[in-house]
């Protein structure tokens, strides 16, 4: 089917200045021209059939891309028979207007009425504004929704106790109360960074950003920014713990066994390490080296504090733990801080003995006179149910 445009009996109206704005608009803001004039043209149309009450379906509007002007065109199909005058045209009609028309071809009359001026003009401005602005709203949606899980910086720009309101440049980002570090206060101005941890579209179509400073992913992703064996792959962050301000616990691997990778987080007198820590404000970090042994993995995941040995139920996931007396008190922490933190890390339910506490289960288990290690894992079972050193 052929498509041919008919007489052009009225010019379109000039819209230079608007493809040089769209060009601009495309090289500032990154909005494709193509997806402009196509706002453009949707919103003449609308714009046409509003003010000159026309409801038929074949009005198409044109943007010239080479000489800038916006024409209004009505489509006829040519028929041999006519049914339908807005839609369609006899062919000896057709040929009045160019005598190579044939039947099934498409003929396209321009209609620009001297009337479709300011009042159309000013109606199409503003839907091509919504457009663009819903256009950009898009770019800066997928532009951010690559950044879930990034650290970006800000300056504050509210700061009331609830919630901390960051410029990020092109919009806002959002810290509620529980993404903040409770230990820390921010001022307006305040340049601070911050975990990207939600990004959505709002009723309205606008993005919103949740950033955090509590979250586990903002210490993860802190740990790939200063230590690059970790952004490299070379080193893996297996599992973290946290209480934001507080403390956090990393465990990490390297396949590698020529590889430390405690002493690569660390790193020379400790600069790594110490650089993460001022980042969070003195916030504490055990960094401890993952096994797949979970004896072993548990017994150092209760750093600083020693431990003399660990009794594990696989079924269960549960260990039993015996330290020092003297470690005792710092093997749960306080609150049970380094018990739970612990727990989470190594996602088993951890049960802390002293040594001694250890021995006085074991001697009385011996005096019940029945079967030792029965009576011992009841003993310990009762004990986890009663005491609040079990942790889950």
Same mark, same amino acid.
């Given at each position: 089917?052929?498509? @041919? ?9 000039d819209?230079? +200045? ?15 021209k193509d ?47 006519? =049914?339908?005058?807005?839609? =369609?045209?006899?062919l ?11 039947? %099934? ?25 919504q457009?663009? @602005? ?8 997928? +532009? ?16 009331? %106790?609830?919630v ?11 810290m ?12 307006? /101005?305040?340049k ?67 590889i430390?990778?405690? #002493?690569?987080?660390?790193g020379?007198? #400790?600069?790594?390490?110490? /650089? ?38 696989e079924?269960?996931?549960?260990a ?17 801080? /380094? ?7 190594? =996602? ?8 001694s ?6 001697e009385? #288990?011996?005096?019940?006179? +029945? ?13 986890? =149910? ?7």
């Open positions: 089917m052929k498509r @041919r445009v008919g007489r052009v009996e009225k010019r379109g109206i819209t230079i +200045e608007l493809m040089e704005a769209m060009d601009e608009l495309e090289k500032s803001q990154g909005i494709k997806v402009l004039m196509e706002s453009i043209e949707q919103a003449l149309v609308i714009a046409y059939k509003r003010n000159f009450e026309c409801s038929d379906e074949n009005i198409k509007v044109v943007l010239d891309k080479t000489d800038g002007q916006m024409h209004v065109y009505q489509e006829k199909e040519i028929v041999e028979e006519l =049914e339908n005058d807005k839609k =369609e045209m006899l000896d009609d057709a040929k009045k207007i160019n005598k190579n028309y044939q039947l %099934g071809d498409i003929v396209q009359i321009e209609l620009m009425p001297k009337e479709f001026g300011r009042i159309a003009a000013q109606t199409a401005k503003q839907i091509i504004t457009k663009i @602005r819903e256009a950009s709203r898009d770019i800066i949606f997928t +532009e951010f929704a690559g950044k879930k899980g990034e650290i970006v910086t800000g300056l504050v720009q509210k700061a009331d %106790g609830r901390v309101i960051m410029d990020l440049g092109k919009i806002e980002g959002i509620p109360k529980k993404e903040q570090i409770s230990t820390e206060h921010y001022n307006v /101005n305040d601070i960074k911050a975990c990207i941890i939600s990004v959505e579209k709002g009723v309205k179509g606008s993005t919103q950003i949740i950033v955090s400073r509590a979250s586990i992913e903002f210490v993860k992703k802190l740990f790939e920014i200063e230590i690059p064996e970790i952004y490299e792959g070379v080193i893996e962050i297996k599992s973290i713990s946290r209480e934001a301000g507080s403390r956090s616990k990393v465990a990490v691997f390297s396949p590698n066994p020529n430390d990778p405690v #002493g690569s987080c660390v020379q007198k #400790g600069i790594r390490i110490q /650089n993460i820590i001022n980042e969070l404000h003195g916030e504490k970090i055990d960094v401890i080296e993952w096994n797949e042994d979970p004896s072993i993995f548990i017994s150092v995941a209760l750093a600083p504090a020693k431990v003399l040995a660990v009794d594990i139920k079924d269960e996931r549960f039993q733990v015996i330290v020092p007396d003297d470690q005792l008190s710092l093997a749960i922490g306080k609150a049970g801080q /380094n018990a739970k933190l612990a727990a989470r890390l190594t =996602e088993w339910k951890i049960d802390i003995k002293s040594e506490q250890f021995r006085e289960m074991l009385k #288990g011996q005096l019940d006179g +029945e079967n030792k290690e029965s009576n011992e894992n009841d003993d310990l079972i009762e004990d986890i =149910e009663n005491q609040d050193e079990v942790v889950e």
